[in-house]
């Protein structure tokens, strides 16, 4: 009877508990979203990264890589076996295990075989059919493709593949629960006919599903999967994930495509760690299985409006993961193509191109949003503070303070600098360095300031000869710099940078975007860099003078000391209050 088999008794007891009930126990679980946060029971972490959905049933440790259920959870913190598992969750959930099941413990191992029979069917009737040949030659699969991904065709009779397996003595429970069948009428009917098939893999190598694409022009629905079953969740799941795996290095990422044809012709033409997530959404179980092998994964997902909204909720999954380290890469695909239609008129370094230009999340998710305000048809304040609270909505949902820290000085810049340009002048261009100066940290401030000093006078040398008294008043932080400083002074008119390409890389690396300076004249540009220089440097040359006045004051008290210090203290104090930001 169907409520007797395994699967189906868990599934009961899933519903019935909590997984962050059973966790609660071993650890302090945060509400955050949708998920629960807290140190991991597994090793030890000083920043949480252990999360717990209950709507999915399962928990994800991204610093050591621990995942699974609540019975993988139990097995793993009580260190017991799957059945004693089951038998703990029976007394948690107050639903007895049925006798049949205590019987079979075996009933896993039993669809696994079942599945692996299934598998060599349809390769088997692959060859026999010249019809799915032809059409296999027509897309571009090779045979040697055949036989790496052990794909396979299902014929159209409906009862073959059950004869098959029946001949092969599997029982009826076997066979429904292979998912490969539909029940009328009290029969099993197999859902895949006339389709090329895919089947799936888990890590093993073992077959836990199968996708199929008809091979009819008008075919509905153009793919099918198999339903979910005790071994194959779809969350959890990537087709192509066994080669992948084999493949990944750390200069070679996982590369996440849309579907099997995309992943099959990626690898034809060298691209072997490509995954898919056959037809369902993205999910964190998916960036949790990338991520334990690849720390920058690429998604290179369709052309169309709609593989970029793909992308786009891929990127927002993402973020509340992020760790140090880990984080996406996304290609951008021609518009109209996708990965496999690509290569019908391209070839392998058009796609290495691409890849290499892959945009950080940071870059995406910035380039989303700045098209939805070019898109907004009515710019009002209000308009715009909706726009900029979506954004920190947004980046609130990242767990890890450092990274949410980063993320949102950096877009705090970006946004400055976009609104800004819609009204662009020198006044804006002067603010926009200062505010990207007070917006770091005090320990990196003489640093960068330094940098955008340096990074002025490398972009626009006719200006030199005009600060070079203020440039020579100084003395760099950084010996690099320092020298790059002194070459400037020695050489206001004719410097050339070839002897510092390594320090004028850092400093461009460093200073670039901070200070636009695309259209503006000369003396905008002194006016820019005096800003700069007055806004630190000269402030504390400043306070230096005005400690070395106050202690002449101490030693004499003649009028011109007196004089000296009170014109030095009042013009600091003047430099210290902040300038009107428009």
């Known amino acids: 009877m169907a409520d007797l088999r395994l699967s189906s008794v868990l599934s009961l007891m899933k519903e019935r508990v909590l997984l962050s009930q059973i966790v609660r126990h071993d650890v302090a679980l945060q509400k955050k979203g949708r998920e629960f946060v807290g140190h991991c029971p597994f090793h030890n972490e000083k920043t949480g990264s252990f999360f717990v959905n209950d709507d999915k049933g399962t928990f994800y440790c991204f610093g050591c890589g621990a995942s699974g259920d609540v019975i993988e959870y139990l097995m793993r913190k009580r260190g017991i ?112 006919r006339d389709r090329i098939i895919f089947p799936v893999f888990n890590k093993s190598g073992h077959p836990i599903a199968f996708g199929g694409r008809g091979i009819q022009k008008d075919v509905t629905p153009k793919y099918i999967n198999s339903p979910e079953t005790a071994i194959f969740q779809k969350r959890e799941t990537l087709y192509g994930y066994n080669i992948a795996t084999k493949n990944i290095t750390k200069s070679v990422p996982f590369i ?33 299985k990338l991520w334990r092998y690849s720390d920058c994964p690429i998604v290179c997902l369709d052309g169309d409006s709609a593989g970029y909204n793909a992308m786009v909720k891929v990127a927002f999954l993402a973020l509340p993961y992020l760790q140090p380290g880990k984080s996406l890469k996304f290609c951008r695909i021609p518009e109209g193509d996708d990965p496999d239609s690509f290569f019908k008129t391209r070839q392998r370094v058009e796609m290495e191109q691409l890849l290499s230009k892959s945009e950080n999340l940071i870059d995406f998710i910035w380039d989303y949003f700045s098209k ?25 949902e990242i767990q890890n303070v450092d990274i949410k820290s980063l993320y949102k000085r950096d877009i705090k810049g970006r946004i400055f600098d976009l609104l800004g340009r819609n009204n662009p002048s020198t006044k804006y261009v002067n603010k926009q360095a200062n505010y990207s100066l007070v917006h770091v940290d005090k320990s990196e401030k003489t640093l960068l300031r330094e940098a955008v000093l340096l990074y002025i006078l490398i972009s626009r040398p006719s200006v030199i000869p005009v600060v070079v008294e203020e440039l020579a008043s100084v003395e760099f932080s950084s010996e690099r710099f320092e020298q790059l400083r002194q070459y400037m ?67 004499s008290f003649d009028d011109m000391a007196w004089n000296r210090f009170k014109a030095l203290k009042l013009g600091f104090l003047n430099s210290r209050k902040p300038k009107d930001v428009e």
């Open 81 to 192: 076996q799957f059945m004693q598992a089951v038998e703990v969750l029976s007394e948690i959930s107050g639903i007895k295990i049925p006798e049949k099941i205590e019987r079979n413990t075996d009933v896993l191992h039993s669809q696994r075989n079942v599945l692996q029979k299934i598998m060599e069917f349809f390769k088997e009737n692959l060859r026999l059919s010249n019809e799915a040949t032809t059409y296999c030659e027509a897309r571009g699969i090779t045979w040697d493709l055949i036989d790496k991904f052990s794909i396979g065709y299902a014929p159209k009779d409906m009862y073959s593949l059950l004869n098959y397996l029946k001949d092969a003595e599997f029982s009826y429970d076997d066979i429904a629960n292979s998912g490969v069948f539909s029940e009328k009428d009290g029969k099993l009917i197999c859902r895949f």
């Open 256 to 288: 996440l495509v849309e579907g099997y044809m995309d992943v099959v012709m990626m690898n034809k033409y060298g691209f072997n760690t490509a995954v898919a997530s056959m037809g369902t959404a993205f999910s964190s179980q998916h960036l949790a």
């Open 372 to 396: 939805t305000l070019s898109t907004m048809e009515n710019k009002t304040p209000e308009n715009i503070a909706e726009w900029k609270k979506e954004i920190f909505n947004h980046i609130d």
């Open 489 to 555: 002074i020695d050489n206001p008119d004719l410097p050339d940078f070839v002897s510092f390409n390594g320090t004028v890389d850092d400093v461009r690396q460093m200073a670039d975007g901070v200070c636009p300076l695309v259209g503006m004249s000369d003396g905008d540009v002194v006016r820019l860099w005096k800003d700069v220089f007055d806004f630190g440097i000269s402030k504390k040359r400043m306070a230096e003078d005005l400690r070395v006045a106050k202690d002449e004051c101490k030693t």
